[in-house]
């Protein structure tokens, strides 16, 4: 055989197994379901480097359905460890909350300088608010929170929290009306 039939012989093999390469990836494709690629791109995005806690907050998709009975107030407020410039801040409502009312202008994290929100996640029902700050902090600081709503259209008008430290919770008490660390 001379040179030119055996480099014809060469391609035509590696044109039949660059085939047989993509029929196979696409036969697993279709095993595994047509929106396999799709369902990726919908999954959540959390920040590099911050903790994530097993699919528990998501981007807000859907309709909450409001309770008519309650009062509408912040439980619970948590902080995480700070690590790598990243501050992960939990609140907990008692009710599901309203995601339009809650924007990075709404929220204020600051002590002698506000500083930057990066996102807002919520929970599947509504009630835990997941913010993030990715900023080079010092502590104490401060924590603000304004014009919060309910899907029953009742207002916190605004909630404040002072000398706050990483890794720390506070919880609401109801009787004597006042912000309490555990």
Known sequence: MNSCAIKCVIKKTFHIVLITLCLSTNMELFAHGKDSSAHKKTQPQHPTNAP???????????????????????????????????????????????????????????????YELQGISFNKEGTKVRITVKDSIEFPVNFQITNVQSYNGKNISSVSLENIFDSEAYKYDMESKEWKKF
Request: aromatic share 12%.
């Open 52 to 114: 994530v806690e097993a699919n528990e907050f998501m981007s807000y998709r859907g309709q909450r359905k409001s309770v008519e009975s309650e009062d509408f107030y912040m439980l619970e407020f948590k902080t995480g460890e700070y690590a790598k410039e990243i501050l992960l801040v939990t609140i907990i409502f008692n009710q599901a909350v309203n995601p339009k009312s809650i924007t990075k202008e709404s929220i204020c994290i600051q002590n002698s300088r506000k």
